[in-house]
């Protein structure tokens, strides 16, 4: 089984984790929210992987503009998604926080830079979604799932292999 992390915005964060095979793939995409769907149907629908979708629940108040636009793309996605039949959560990210034992997002990306020991160049975006998707496996599975287990890459075509 496979979980998708989603961190929603202009420029989405996006993990793909395939948890048997300790890998975790992770991607920034930028574009309208049909481009997004168009790309994670490539994962979801076209075969590799994942039944499990988790999206960051939006959860501030920025302004009416981002606000309004936010919802509408975490909305729109997610209902596309479930009319396919997928398995999607809002996941609020102080459940992915607590169950990590870290403090805030700043920790978050500090504690997945560091356990992956990689030189990737990651961005909040990915590791908001990482931690999402690691999120999604502790809620099917129970067990917290370390950083160091996995393999990261932000290699696109190893996600599709």
């Given at each position: 089984?496979?979980?998708?992390?989603?961190?929603?915005?202009?420029?989405?964060?996006?993990?793909?984790l395939d948890a048997e095979r300790k890998e975790a793939f992770l991607f920034q995409h930028k574009g309208s929210p049909?481009?997004?769907?168009?790309?994670?149907?490539?994962?979801i629908?076209?075969?590799?992987?994942?039944?499990k979708v988790g999206i960051e629940e939006l959860?501030?108040?920025?302004?009416a503009t981002t606000t309004r636009s936010l919802l509408q793309r975490s909305g729109f996605i997610r209902y596309t998604l479930e009319s396919y039949g997928i398995d999607t959560k809002?996941?609020?990210?102080?459940?992915?926080?607590?169950?990590?034992q870290?403090?805030?997002k700043k920790e978050l990306f500090d504690y997945i830079l560091l356990g992956t020991k990689s030189l990737l160049s990651l961005t909040s975006n990915h590791t908001d979604a990482l931690g999402?998707?690691?999120?999604?496996?502790?809620?099917?599975?129970g067990n917290v799932l370390s950083i160091e287990e996995l393999?990261?890459?932000t290699d696109v075509s190893r996600a599709l292999a």
């Amino acid at each position: 089984m496979s979980y998708i992390g989603l961190d929603l915005a202009i420029v989405s964060g996006i993990c793909v984790l395939d948890a048997e095979r300790k890998e975790a793939f992770l991607f920034q995409h930028k574009g309208s929210p049909i481009e997004l769907l168009s790309f994670l149907i490539t994962f979801i629908l076209d075969g590799t992987t994942a039944q499990k979708v988790g999206i960051e629940e939006l959860h501030q108040f920025r302004n009416a503009t981002t606000t309004r636009s936010l919802l509408q793309r975490s909305g729109f996605i997610r209902y596309t998604l479930e009319s396919y039949g997928i398995d999607t959560k809002e996941i609020h990210m102080e459940s992915v926080l607590s169950m990590l034992q870290l403090k805030s997002k700043k920790e978050l990306f500090d504690y997945i830079l560091l356990g992956t020991k990689s030189l990737l160049s990651l961005t909040s975006n990915h590791t908001d979604a990482l931690g999402i998707a690691l999120y999604m496996y502790y809620l099917d599975t129970g067990n917290v799932l370390s950083i160091e287990e996995l393999e990261v890459s932000t290699d696109v075509s190893r996600a599709l292999a």
